[in-house]
């Protein structure tokens, strides 16, 4: 069954966030282990972002190209989006 797209949003949307508290969590435990407050916070925070924004592009380009493959197999009843109504 292939995945919907709420539930490729909620994937996206809890990825983001799992790399921004990771990223958080690792600097705010090395700048409380190092005393280096707050600076080992605020690199590893914009490393979590940039690793959230990276992770992010990937799977919407994985989810384009799946979405582009069904659409050629087939219409909706493969998976693939229903054709437009030419207006």
Do not use: C
Not at 7 to 30: C, D, R, Y
Not at 52 to 59: E, K, M, Q, T
Not at 70 to 82: H, L, N, S, V, Y
């Amino acid at each position: 069954m292939p995945p919907t797209r709420m539930g490729q949003s909620l994937h996206l949307g809890i990825e983001m966030a799992a790399t921004l508290a990771v990223g958080a969590g690792i600097g705010w435990f090395l700048d409380r282990w190092l005393d280096t407050t707050p600076w080992l916070l605020i690199v590893f925070l914009l490393l979590g972002i940039g690793a959230g924004l990276s992770n992010a592009f990937r799977l919407a380009r994985r989810y384009g190209e799946e979405l582009t493959r069904r659409d050629k197999e087939g219409g909706p009843e493969k998976g693939g989006t229903p054709p437009r109504k030419e207006e």
